[in-house]
């Protein structure tokens, strides 16, 4: 992606991430996150809930995975504002969508707003900032 391309209101491509018990786990452990209601089925029951569910840091690193894949190698993520909603629950799968909401000139910014909805609703509302350094003249 050349920043010069990039056009306010542009749609990035829907990702589907299929919810799996595997992900989950994974992404808690990578992230640290060792709350039982991450890997555990009957602790996360007992709160009340149907299975184990995505931890907000395994939300993040999606999010920007996949505004870092349009984006290409090139950009650098300055900001990311995150808010979760509904669960993300093993079996589900999350839809994520994008558009540019901003594209600033001078600084060489683009901000990306992303959605990732499941069955439930929206898990995932938010917005990343990325910075596209001066291509080189060579």
Do not use: C, M, Q
């Given at each position: 992606m050349q920043f010069e391309d990039i056009k306010q209101g542009a749609a990035?491509?829907?990702?589907?991430?299929?919810i799996t018990a595997s992900a989950i786990v994974a992404g808690a452990?990578?992230?640290?996150?060792?709350q039982n209601v991450h890997h555990d089925k009957a602790a996360a029951e007992s709160t009340g809930v149907p299975d184990i569910f995505m931890n907000i840091l395994t939300t993040n690193g999606v999010v920007q995975r996949y505004v870092g894949?349009?984006?290409?190698?090139?950009?650098?993520?300055?900001?990311?504002a995150i808010k979760l909603g509904a669960p993300n629950f093993v079996g589900d799968t999350m839809r994520i969508n994008g558009e540019v909401?901003?594209?600033d000139a001078d600084a060489r910014e683009v901000a990306?707003?992303?959605?990732?909805?499941?069955r439930i609703g929206e898990h995932v509302s938010a917005t990343v900032t990325l910075?596209?350094?001066?291509?080189n003249a060579a």
């Open positions: 990035l491509p829907e990702l589907a991430f299929p452990l990578a992230t640290n996150d060792y894949e349009w984006a290409g190698h090139g950009a650098r993520v300055r900001k990311i909401a901003r594209v990306v707003a992303v959605s990732g909805r499941n910075h596209f350094p001066e291509r």
